[in-house]
C-alpha cells in the first residue's frame, strides 16, 4: 500500500506540474470596449462587468465618437486587458450617430456597462461606406495578435436600449480600411437578430441566440465565437420598429481568446490518468 501511495502522489505530482505549464503559457486576456453613452457613466478599473463566463476588470471606457484609439498619427488613449495592461499595436475604431442610455440603474458594474450605449438612426443600411450614418453604429478591432488569432476568439456583444421591442441585426464582418476611408467588408459570422428585452436591471443578461430575422431573440447579449481575424469590424442594422423608431444599440464588446484546445487535451489526459491510479488502490 505504500508503495502504491507513492504512485498516486506521483501522478497528482504530475497534474500539478502539467497545470502549472498551461498557465504559464500566453493565454491573451480579454479586451472590453464599454460606451459610456450619454450621462458618461464609466467603469471603474476595479469593476467586475461582463456576461456569465466572460466577466472582466479594466474595462476600456469610450464615448461616442472612436476616431482611432490609439491613433496611428496623434496617440491617445491606448486600449488595455483586463490585466489593465496596454494591448501592444490593436486599435479600436468606432462610431455612431449618437449615444444614449436606457434609464437603467448605475449602481452595479454590470448596470453601469449595460446603461450607456452608441445608438442608430434607425435608417436602413446602405451603400458601403461606414462613414454613412445610416451604416452606424460599427465597432473595429484592428491589429490583434496571435495569441488572439492562433487559438481563435470570440466576440461578445451587448445590446440594450431605451426601448422594449426595438433591435435588429448583429454580425461581425472583415475590415476593409485599405484606401483609408472606413469600408464595409464580408460578413464571417452568422448574423443574429435581437430585440430589447427590456433594461438589464430587470432582466439580467440574457443571450441572444437566433439567426432567423423573423423570430429574434428577446435579449441583450450575442457571443461570436471561433474567429482568428486580426482585423475585425462589428456590425448592426435596424429592423423591428417600436413607436415609429428603429434602433440596434451597442452597449459593449468584449475579445476573449479561446484556450488552446491542445492545453485542454494535455489537462484532461492527466485527469484521467490520475483516476485509474486511484482505482486501483481501493
Ligand atoms: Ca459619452
Ligand atoms: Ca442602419
Ligand atoms: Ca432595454
Ligand atoms: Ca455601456
Redesign the pocket.
Known sequence: MKFSGTKTLSAAAVVVTLCSGISDQAQAAAIGLN??????VNLAAGDLAGAPGYAQLNWNN???YGGDFPNTTTGGTSVKDETGVTVPNVRADFDATG?FNSGSSTATPNGRLMN?YQDSNGNPNSGTSLNSDQNRPYVGIFNLGTDYTSGGYSVIVYTDGDTTGRGGAFWIETANYSDGRNQTGTAITPTYYAQDPGNFNDTGFVQVTSIISGSPTQGNYIVFTGLTSANIVVRADEIYDVGGFKRTPINGIQIVAIPEPASMAIAVAAGFGLLGRRRRLI
Request: charged residues 35%; aromatic residues 18%; hydrophobic residues 20%.
Open positions: 460606451f459610456n453613452g450619454n450621462d458618461n469610450f464615448d461616442k449615444e450607456g
